[in-house]
């Protein structure tokens, strides 16, 4: 029988890392501790979970500095809780860069969205007729993320999407267009930017002046 394999579900899990925890390595307790998020499941103060790292998710975990995957492969990745919480260690039980298949996104992301620049306040003329644009820049590590854009509006409580109506076009975009003579003054703004597989970035705030 195979210890391990290159597809990232339970059966080509590392069978020999339930033995990491101290239970026994037998195929039940590999399915159990592959991508478990139950806490104290194996070990009290802790969530531990087995999990396949790609070498797209790898970069992408690099890149994020605060938690780091050292390789791709089968790693089993230890969360304390309680007075531990917030401390994540990560050991490569093996190392691989054929890891395929995406079992999960939660404790590996594959792809880290980056704002590379943020929107500016701007200012535009209701008499004039001004047209007033707000622009973003955001990367994805690794590369080849497919970025969607969402622009937001300040309701008073919360932010809300902005949909393409009245004042706003091109709420989709890199650039939120709205209408001065048609807008608010002071609505602070800002954008959510998203690609499949990634914790959304969502922008510092801009504020549009209405001058007459």
């Not at 390595?25 to 009290?44: P, R």
């Amino acid at each position: 029988m195979a210890q391990w394999g290159n597809t990232d579900d339970a059966a080509n899990s590392v069978l020999w890392a339930a033995q990491q925890v101290k239970i026994v390595a037998n195929t039940d307790n590999q399915t159990a501790l592959f991508g478990n998020t139950t806490a104290d499941a194996f070990i009290t103060g802790a969530t531990i979970g087995q999990y396949g790292v790609s070498e797209d998710e790898a970069v992408a975990a690099r890149a994020g500095a605060s938690v780091k995957a050292a390789h791709s492969g089968w790693v089993l990745r230890t969360e304390g809780s309680g007075g531990r919480a917030g401390r994540i260690h990560n050991e490569v039980l093996v190392a691989m860069n054929t890891i395929t298949g995406d079992a999960e996104d939660a404790a590996f992301e594959d792809f880290l969205i980056t704002i590379t620049s943020q929107p500016a306040n701007a200012e535009g003329s209701a008499g004039g007729d001004d047209i007033v644009t707000f622009t973003v820049a955001a990367a994805t590590t690794p590369t080849g993320g497919t970025l969607a854009y969402k622009w937001q509006a300040w309701g008073g409580s919360a932010f809300a999407d902005i949909t393409d109506a009245g004042a706003y076009s091109n709420s989709a975009t890199v650039t939120l267009s709205v209408l001065a003579n048609t807008a608010s003054n002071a609505e602070i703004y800002r954008v959510q930017v998203s690609t499949a597989g990634a914790t959304n970035a969502v922008s510092s705030n801009a504020v549009i002046t209405i001058v007459a």
